[in-house]
Nanobody
Framework: VQLQAFGGGLVQAGGSLRLSCAAS????????IAWFRQAPGKEREGVSC??????KYSNSALGRFTISRDNVLNTVYLQMNGLDPEDTAVYYC??????????????????WGQGTLVTVSS
């Protein structure tokens, strides 16, 4: 079970980015997948997750970010719109062999991706 996160970069405030989490060794429609982020000096926090039947967003992501899943490409995406400098962080994807998803880090014991840096300039 492996995950590879990519798609980060430098964007101006108000801009958009789409992050991708490519999975191997399992099917993304069978597992819960989540996006987390960690800003310098801060704890890792859950941003969004998708399970077999549910989707969750953090308060900061709700209305701006959209999580989706492509079962053919075996990839989960995080479309981020209206980016703010507060969104600057390393973004990670993680997976758990569960039906439902969670925004809690301890829930994801199966695998974590390597992280991709998102920098939003003001």
């Amino acid at each position: 079970v492996q995950l590879q996160a990519f798609g980060g970069g430098l964007v101006q405030a108000g801009g958009s980015l789409r992050l991708s989490c490519a999975a191997s060794g399992f099917s993304v429609d069978d597992y819960a997948i989540a996006w987390f982020r960690q800003a310098p000096g801060k704890e890792r926090e859950g941003v969004s997750c998708i399970g077999q039947k549910d989707v969750k967003y953090s308060n900061s992501a709700l209305g701006r970010f959209t999580i989706s899943r492509d079962n053919v490409l075996n990839t989960v995406y995080l479309q981020m719109n209206g980016l703010d400098p507060e969104d600057t962080a390393v973004y990670y994807c993680a997976t758990a062999p569960t039906i439902g998803c969670s925004l809690k880090t301890h829930y994801y014991i199966e695998a974590w991706g390597q992280g991709t840096l998102v920098t939003v300039s003001s």
